[in-house]
């Protein structure tokens, strides 16, 4: 099957670095790719879309400066957390699909990326 | 708005029990439901999604889940529950097209008892 790595699966920093994390389809073309956070017992909060050439669609109060997201292949997309602060801590979880647009293709989830800043 | 409910947040039953898992959805058109389960640290595997057709889906572990319109609901459900199957399930709604704008519930938090 579709298989999405994600890494690193856990990252400590300190306060004020920046942050990379990368997701790559191992096996497949993808078109589009979702970075989520989730907090610890709470759902999936989508926090951005990124196909693959353009530019990443935000959602609505994610910072963008913050989070910059770049979508250079179809095989790999890289969410960089810049001057990471202890509130940012979460589990960061990428998803990439193989289509966009008006068919349906499955999301194929990484392992996620649990970031821990001091 | 679309919005997903999972009345439970932690269910324990006995291995070789029955589970049901419930989700409740408020969606403007016709909805894609999805259910993902998830184990500790890792990321989510789709277990069965529902489009059209017959209301009743089956999915992959054994899993099943029945759409009912007039009720909202899609709950998740398995005759007989394993060990392994102790995880945190998510239901989700959102649109076919763009399975990223799906919106998640909660999620339930399965323990099993020996």
């Known amino acids: 099957g579709a298989v999405v790595s994600q890494h690193p699966s856990w990252v400590i920093c300190k306060s004020g670095t920046s942050v990379k994390i990368e997701c790559r389809s191992l096996d497949f073309q993808a078109t589009t790719m979702f970075w989520y956070r989730q907090f610890p017992k709470q759902s999936l909060m989508l926090m951005a879309t990124s196909n693959e050439g353009s530019k990443a669609t935000y959602e609505q109060g994610v910072e963008k400066d913050k989070f910059l997201i770049n979508h250079a292949s179809l095989t790999l997309s890289t969410l960089t957390v810049t001057s990471a602060h202890p509130e940012d801590s979460s589990f960061y979880i990428c998803s990439a699909s193989r289509g966009q647009g008006a068919k349906w293709q499955p999301q194929h989830f990484g392992d996620g990326t649990r970031l821990s800043i001091l | 708005a679309q919005s997903v409910t999972q009345p439970d947040i932690h269910i324990t039953v006995s291995e070789g029990a029955s589970l049901e898992l419930r989700c409740n959805y408020s969606?403007?058109?016709?909805?894609?439901l999805f259910w993902y389960v998830q184990s500790p640290g890792q990321g989510l595997q789709l277990l069965l999604k529902?489009?059209?057709?017959?209301?009743l889906v089956q999915g992959i572990k054994g899993f099943e889940a029945e759409f009912k319109r007039s009720q909202s609901s899609f709950n998740l459900r398995k005759p007989s529950v394993h060990w392994s199957d102790a995880a945190e399930y998510f239901c989700a709604v959102g649109p076919g097209h763009n399975a990223g704008k799906s919106t998640f519930g909660d999620g339930t938090t399965l323990t099993v008892k020996p």
């Open positions: 969606y403007g058109a016709t909805p894609y």
């Open positions: 529902y489009f059209s057709g017959d209301t």
